[in-house]
């Protein structure tokens, strides 16, 4: 559904993300009560920095390129689609999967694949960012949201979406809950950092976010006063540069929903 194929390679945003979020990642690891010997299975693993995270997982992912940097870090990774895992029945205690169920072009079918590898008992946490709006530029929601709607354009057209394909990745609970999964439960943290912000920080907004996923982007759904405005506040070198304004507050939801296999 979002265009990803065995080819495909955006493993530098992956790496990225993880690396900024690891302290929100893993404070939801810590909730699943992860013990030495569970077997876990990481589906949609990236570059595997979250699976070396899960403890002793298993990695899987459909790109060649993710799938051999995850093998950098963790021992067990399997090339294969979660839409037809290459994986025995019921041997897994736990199965995370963290922003990859909507890439799917069935996601039902592939939770219920999920539920396969799983043993009777053993839990599916399917974890998601930005099921909230984002906060990025705390002092001008309008601007804010005309930048958010023009990204959302964009993907959009470029994968031939409609705005309830994009927004269908909410429904994490109804999903689990029709693939029939016992116990379902939700917890979301928030990804929130203020001014002034670490270096690793800084970078990850300005390398991944403002050049990474909006960037020239976003220019053609935006007026030519919002796009040059976007720009300045974007740009390091210029005065009005937000991540230097000491009004900056970043905030990002980030949520797991829970449940377990009758
Ligand atoms: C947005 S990324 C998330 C990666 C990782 N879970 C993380 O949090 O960094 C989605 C990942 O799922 C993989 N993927 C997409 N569709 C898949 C499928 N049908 N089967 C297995 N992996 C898939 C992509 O290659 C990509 O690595």
């Not at 403890?55 to 067990?76: I, S």
């Not at 984002?134 to 994968?159: G, H, P, Q, S, T």
Request: charged share 25%; net charge negative.
């Amino acid at each position: 559904m979002l265009g990803d194929t065995p080819a495909r390679d955006y493993g530098d945003k992956l790496e990225a993300f993880s690396r900024f979020a690891e302290p929100e990642l893993r404070a939801l690891i810590g909730e699943l009560g992860i013990a030495p010997g569970m077997r876990v299975l990481d589906a949609g693993c990236g570059v595997g920095l979250v699976t070396a995270w899960l403890g002793d997982a298993v990695g899987l992912d459909l790109a060649l390129a993710h799938a051999r940097a995850a093998r950098e870090r963790v021992a067990d990774v399997v090339v294969g689609d979660i839409a037809r895992l290459p994986l025995r029945d019921a041997v897994f205690d736990l199965v995370w999967c963290a922003n990859t169920i909507h890439h799917l072009p069935d996601p039902l079918a592939g939770v219920r694949e999920l539920l396969r590898v799983l043993r009777p008992g053993g839990r599916v946490a399917l974890v998601q960012s930005f099921l909230l709006p984002e906060m990025v530029f705390a002092w001008d929601e309008r601007l804010e949201r005309e930048v958010i709607a023009a990204n959302r354009r964009y993907y959009r057209e470029k994968y031939g979406l409609s705005e309830r394909d994009v927004t269908g990745m909410r429904a994490l609970v109804g999903l689990l809950r029709r693939a029939g999964v016992a116990d379902v439960r939700a917890r979301s943290v928030l990804i929130e950092r203020i001014a002034p912000l670490s270096a690793a920080d800084e970078r990850y907004f300005v390398e991944t976010v403002f050049a990474g996923y909006w960037g020239r982007r976003v220019q053609p759904y935006l007026t030519a006063e919002d796009w040059a405005e976007v720009q300045r506040l974007c740009d390091p070198e210029a005065p009005e540069y937000a991540l230097r304004r000491p009004d900056f507050h970043y905030l990002q939801s980030l949520s797991m929903v829970v449940g377990e296999r009758t």
